[in-house]
C-alpha cells in the first residue's frame, strides 16, 4: 500500500484504463475480483476520493483503516452477488 507524502496515513490505489474507458489494472484489488468490479465498488462506495489523471490514469486516495473495511466489504463480490453495499 502506497502512502501519501505529507497526508498523516492515507493510502493510495492506483487505476489504468484502457482507451474504451474499462479498468485493465488497480491497486488493492481483491483476490479473485475483477479490476473492474474493484474500481466500480470503491466509486460506489466513497466520496470525493478519486482523481483522475492523465495518460489513462487515476488514483484513489483513502484512509488504510476504511480501505480495509471495504476489502471485507467487497466479499460480496466474489460470490456474484451486486457490487454495491448498502
Known sequence: ME???GS???A????????DGT???IGENPE???PQDWFN???RNTVNSYTAST???GYFV????FLESLREQAEVLRKGEPDEIQ
Open 23 to 25: 479498468v485493465i489494472g
Open 12 to 19: 493510495i490505489i492506483h487505476v489504468q484504463f484502457r482507451p
Open 41 to 43: 465498488f470503491l466509486s
Open 32 to 34: 479473485g475480483i475483477f
Open 3 to 5: 502512502k501519501v507524502p
Open 55 to 57: 495518460g489513462g490514469r
Open 8 to 10: 498523516g496515513n492515507k
Open 62 to 65: 483513502l484512509d488504510p483503516v
